[in-house]
């Protein structure tokens, strides 16, 4: 699903709970509930060009996940386990290093990708919006990870 479509969803939900909270829930102001057709169009256009750039970092991590169980990767381990003379473990484990590195660099890569997308996100949302309603917003999303944090606590603490 796409992060901004999540964001969306919870949006109304996390507003009402912030002004709930805080109190503001008399005070007339322009709220993330009351976007106007403009706005409403924008956020769509928005949610349209993250959703290409989504499915583009999607594949590059479907790429990398190839990558780490392809043939060469499969063979440097088959040799790792078949190793028993000390210099050939010293050679093996280099040939490893390498394919670590290359592994690492590229999760690296989709990691970079997924965080400018995300960044992307919460600007392009924030440049419809007007300034009290970015407020209101960032005040909504800040609401629902803290609630999402208190939620994986109690998970984690049934768990054990």
């Known amino acids: 699903m796409c992060q901004l479509d999540e964001y969306l969803q919870h949006l109304q939900k996390a507003s009402k709970d912030y002004r709930a909270i805080t109190g503001t829930n008399g005070v007339p102001s322009l709220s993330l509930v009351e976007l106007t057709q403009e706005h409403m169009r924008k956020i769509e256009a928005l949610r349209v060009k993250i959703r290409l750039k989504e499915e583009k970092v999607e594949r590059e991590?479907?790429?990398?996940?190839?990558?780490?169980?392809?043939?060469?990767?499969?063979?440097?381990?088959?040799?790792?386990?078949?190793?028993?003379?000390?210099?050939?473990?010293?050679?093996?484990?280099g040939?490893?290093?390498?394919?670590?590195?290359?592994?690492?660099?590229?999760?690296?890569?989709?990691?970079?990708?997924?965080g400018c997308v995300r960044l992307r996100t919460l600007k392009g949302v924030l440049d419809v919006l007007s300034p009290l309603q970015c407020v209101e917003f960032l005040a909504g999303i800040g609401m629902l990870q803290i609630l999402l944090r208190q939620w994986g606590k109690k998970m984690v603490s049934t768990i054990n």
């Open 95 to 114: 040939l490893v290093h390498v394919a670590l590195e290359g592994v690492m660099a590229g999760l690296e890569k989709v990691m970079k990708a997924t």
């Open 61 to 93: 991590m479907e790429r990398q996940q190839v990558a780490v169980v392809d043939k060469k990767m499969v063979e440097l381990v088959r040799l790792v386990l078949r190793v028993k003379n000390g210099e050939q473990v010293r050679q093996a484990e």
